[in-house]
């Protein structure tokens, strides 16, 4: 979705694990700027903002301060099922990629991911840390991801098809 038409008023939608969330819009009641919060299914925003601009760079420090706690987990997750560790994990914002793996075992996962469905994101985390073990595409690869995630073909597919509106 294009800046531009992404809205940030009252009512407006944008996705946490997948989940719809209606964004409400409240004044600042206290000196905290920018304060966010979910609380059932509304994303709050405090603030008594001029621009979007504004708006989407605190939810963009939102959505990553929740990748940063979630999203180790599920790396945790993975590694036990799949009995490898990772020896860096690291959060970006890239434009071509969802995650990836170096032979380090440097573990890098998109952080736009905590918009999408959770099953989505843990394909994500699989299909790196299956990486670690075999750091290609090969048909044994695609094997050892199917192990651990035997849906994984529609979460792909689901990136290819969704992956641009993982936008704040």
Known sequence: ????????????????LGEPYKIVRKPSLSARKGYVAAVGKEILIYGNYKTDEKIRMVLEKWYQEKASVYI??????????????CKKISLRNTKT??????????????????????????YVVCHELCHILQMNHSKEFWSLVE?????????????????????V
Do not use: Q
């Open 97 to 122: 990629r969802w995650g990836s793996c170096s032979s380090e075992r440097h573990v890098m996962i998109n952080w736009k991911l905590i918009m999408a469905p959770e099953s989505v994101l843990d």
């Open 72 to 85: 180790p987990k599920r790396i945790t997750y993975f590694e036990k099922k799949i009995g490898v560790n």
């Open 147 to 167: 192990t651990y995630m035997p849906d994984w073909k529609e979460k792909k597919e689901w990136l290819r098809e969704n992956g641009h509106s993982l936008e």
């Open 1 to 16: 979705m294009d800046m531009k038409e992404k809205s940030y008023e009252t009512k407006a939608v944008l996705y946490y």
